[in-house]
Nanobody
Framework: QVQLVESGGGLVQPGGSLRLSCSET?????????LAWYRQSPGKQRELVAH???????TYADSVKGRFTITRDNRQSSAWLQMNSLKPEDTANYYC???????????WGKGTLVAVSS
């Protein structure tokens, strides 16, 4: 059973940076999963921010391209979201999601709050 723990959220001023972490703690074979970061702001639907394959091919939402970078280390069973040039509209709860290759249901983390404000 996949278990995800996110960390790294907090309050940051516009233009600042944060690095979110997502660690899988149950011991599954991390490389057998896709990894993605989503975010959800109050009153809005959860949206995909970035996605990375097991071989580290990454894709991004247009709103974060050039500012955010998703990475993973299969040996550490961890993934990260480096967020630079943060804007107030990036304020949201950020969630990590793991999806098994082939078939299977995804697993969500509990989220970490990012607040961008002066």
């Amino acid at each position: 059973q996949v278990q995800l723990v996110e960390s790294g959220g907090g309050l940051v001023q516009p233009g600042g940076s944060l690095r979110l972490s997502c660690s899988e703690t149950s011991g599954v074979i991390f490389s057998h999963y896709y990894l993605a970061w989503y975010r959800q702001s109050p009153g809005k639907q959860r949206e995909l921010v970035a996605h990375i394959t097991s071989s580290s091919n990454a894709t991004y939402a247009d709103s974060v391209k050039g500012r955010f970078t998703i990475t993973r280390d299969n040996r550490q069973s961890s993934a990260w979201l480096q967020m630079n040039s943060l804007k107030p509209e990036d304020t949201a709860n950020y969630y990590c999601r793991m999806t098994p290759l082939g078939s299977g249901l995804p697993t969500w983390g509990k989220g970490t709050l990012v607040a961008v404000s002066s």
